[in-house]
């Protein structure tokens, strides 16, 4: 919820942030972007705090980082100190992206492994409506004036109650049983995977987990050698994710509906409305996912989100309907929440092997980041040039490539054990589709 919420707050604060710091273009992409630079370095470094401190003490990091930043974003007095905070809070979504989905895939029984970092992908959606409902609210508490010099500071400052509550909810977790494993800590890990899984199947798992670790080495190294069709697989799907245009979207999503003619009131409240379907449709993921699969998933979303953007442009084309730009923008948010939303998180947290699994997950995700960051920065810029339909088809355009590459080079892992689809690595002559 917190990486939802705070990477998703600024949607509703950059219009007045902008016009309080007098930003041009360039300055509102970079204060609308400046947190997932933060992202980049938390995904850089949280792999590897996560391999050696473990997944808990990884994740109550992130919560210190959340408290940290919207503490600080009260305070703020220029640019430079917003981007301070808002690099901090980059920092603890970036590590979220990580250790999360890594620690929910290394704790979840197989059959059900899916539906648990879905739940992941739908705390996030839950933060981002949030997000934009307390943006709401906040906004009509004053008038225009009152919103650039002190409204949107509120907005931030609401992430710290959740942040807290984070903080004491990780206190009682289990540790994830392959960080004890690799850990020599066998006697814990085997009294973990018996509260999972029954004592039996637990100390079945146990042996096929400890048999997968003697058969890894645990360096670095090993990703660029013999799991290297994996990393680069996930760096691919990682950056595919954000290319079509999902964090722009929601970053600028007010911004979106004004530029289409709508009200300022009214363009909150829709928002409000797009996160709702992102909601519903995570939910239909939930479901969905165990049953249908990963990489089906991927396609059918991302075709939807590639004729919904394309519309979008042609709208914006025409000078058309703006009530047709916000069934369009939903039914892209549609397509991304059951498709690319959920089974990129979840085919990340899967396909690395246990002892380089966390810095596998760092380098993907910190691809994905990077074009997050790229398409908030540089959408402003791509409006201003392109405008609004040249941009919108520019993003239907990256939806496009994702159906090509993931039809053709990404596997299914629905139904396969975390130690199985690292054979799918290590056999002579691997299937690449399925």
Request: include cysteine; proline fraction near 3%; charge should be positive.
């Amino acid at each position: 919820m917190l990486f939802g919420y705070d990477n998703i707050v600024i949607s509703g604060a950059i219009g007045y942030l902008s016009r309080l710091f007098h930003l041009n273009a360039a300055g509102i992409g970079w204060a609308a972007g400046c947190a997932l630079v933060g992202c980049i370095a938390g995904c850089a470094t949280a792999g590897t705090v996560a391999d050696h401190l473990g997944k808990k003490k990884g994740l109550a990091l992130c919560a210190l980082c959340f408290a940290l930043s919207s503490l600080g974003m009260l305070y703020a007095a220029n640019l430079h100190q917003f981007v301070l905070w808002r690099l901090i809070g980059g920092v603890g979504i970036g590590a979220a992206s990580v250790i999360s989905p890594n620690y929910i895939a290394e704790i979840a029984p197989t059959r059900v492994r899916g539906r648990c970092v879905t739940l992941y992908q739908l705390g996030i959606v839950v933060g981002i409506l949030a997000a934009v409902f307390v943006n709401m609210l906040i906004q009509r508490m004053g008038n225009e004036a009152w919103n650039i010099s002190t409204g949107w500071r509120w907005m931030f400052f609401a992430g710290v109650v959740p942040a807290i509550l984070f903080g004491v909810m990780i206190l009682p977790a289990v540790e994830s049983p392959r960080w004890l494993l690799k850990m020599g800590r066998r006697d814990q890990a085997l009294s973990v995977l018996a509260r999972i899984n029954g004592v039996e199947a637990a100390q079945r798992e146990t042996e096929e987990i400890e048999a997968s670790l003697a058969s890894e080495e645990g360096h670095i190294s090993e990703l660029f050698t013999t799991f290297r069709r994996p990393l680069l697989l996930g760096i691919m799907l990682a950056g595919l994710q954000q290319i079509s245009g999902i964090t722009p979207l929601f970053s600028f999503l007010p911004e979106i509906f004004r530029s289409a003619g709508t009200a300022t009131s009214n363009a909150f409240f829709q928002s409000v409305l797009v996160s709702l379907v992102n909601l519903l449709f995570t939910l239909f993921a939930l479901w969905l996912v165990d049953r249908a699969g990963r990489k089906t998933l991927i396609l059918a979303g991302t075709a939807v989100q590639f004729i919904s953007f394309a519309l979008v442009g042609w709208f914006y084309h025409v000078h058309g309907s703006g009530l047709a730009v916000l069934i369009l923008v939903m039914s892209f948010v549609a397509g991304h929440a059951f498709g690319n939303g959920v089974a990129c998180w979840v085919i990340i947290s899967e396909i690395y092997p246990t002892k380089v699994r966390g810095r596998g997950m760092s380098i993907a995700t910190t691809a994905l980041w990077l074009v997050g960051y790229l398409g908030n920065q540089l959408f402003p810029i791509m409006q201003k040039r392109l405008g609004s339909d040249g941009t919108f088809w520019c993003f239907s355009a990256g939806a496009l490539l994702t159906i090509i590459l993931v039809g053709w080079l990404i596997p299914e892992t629905k139904g396969r054990s975390l130690e199985e689809i690292t054979k799918l690595w290590t056999e002579e002559k691997p299937v690449m589709v399925g």
